[in-house]
């Protein structure tokens, strides 16, 4: 079993600790972790048996967690009928289309991969995927409401936010993938971005539900 995982979990830790904290001697000493990180990454990659499977899904247990809780803070401070960010008919409901079509592009890349053509689906996903991130960006320049008016306003601009912050992640990941090469990169690392990919994807569907329709 690898302690990549484990590492990086108590750094990450000892980041936000030292974030919040203001403290300097934290936030330096994660950087040299972040160094030592990158080395055990690649000594762990000279073996081609990748054992993070696990640590995958644990990784997407702990933020369904947090998405849960946030979106459980939004139903509960909508107690005086607040108004939703946007009108849930508009560009939430589009995104709600352009995520599940790029579901549908990066699951015909994964089972294609070794088509010489596969890369175009990934092409969409990724094209799809900025649409996305556009279009959110312009949606929150458009609100009216900002994070102080109330804990529901609060509770939504978090939880779109971080799932904001996901998409962005993962169209990085998939803009790499898209350079690199499906072969290069790898049939197990594929198909661990391609699990993230549909994660995001679905739990849009419980953002969408939560903070625009409910």
């Not at 247990?61 to 939703?84: A, K, M, R």
């Not at 962005?168 to 993230?196: A, H, S």
Request: aromatic share 22%.
């Amino acid at each position: 079993m690898s302690v990549f995982p484990l590492f990086n979990a108590s750094f990450v830790g000892l980041f936000l600790v030292g974030l919040f904290t203001w403290n300097t001697f934290l936030i330096c000493f994660v950087g040299g972790c972040s160094v030592i990180s990158i080395v055990i990454y690649v000594y762990d990659s000279i073996d081609i048996n990748f054992h993070y499977e696990s640590a995958f899904w644990l990784f997407v247990l702990s933020e369904f967690i947090i998405f849960c809780t946030l979106l459980t803070c939004c139903l509960i401070y909508d107690v005086w009928g607040s108004v939703s960010l946007s009108n849930s008919l508009e560009i939430p409901f589009v995104g709600c289309f352009i995520l599940l079509g790029s579901s549908i592009t990066i699951t015909a890349f994964h089972h294609l991969l070794n088509w010489n053509y596969s890369w175009v689906f990934l092409l969409f996903t990724v094209l799809l995927g900025i649409l996305f991130v556009f279009l959110q960006v312009y949606e929150l320049n458009d609100i009216g409401m900002n994070i102080f008016d109330s804990s529901f306003y609060a509770s939504s601009f978090c939880t779109v936010g971080l799932h904001f912050s996901h998409v962005l992640l993962g169209v990085v990941g998939l803009f790499t993938l898209l350079l690199v090469g499906g072969i290069k990169f790898g049939v197990y690392r594929c198909t661990v971005l391609t699990w993230y990919w549909h994660f995001v994807d679905y739990i849009w569907l419980l953002v969408y539900t939560v903070v625009y329709v409910c």
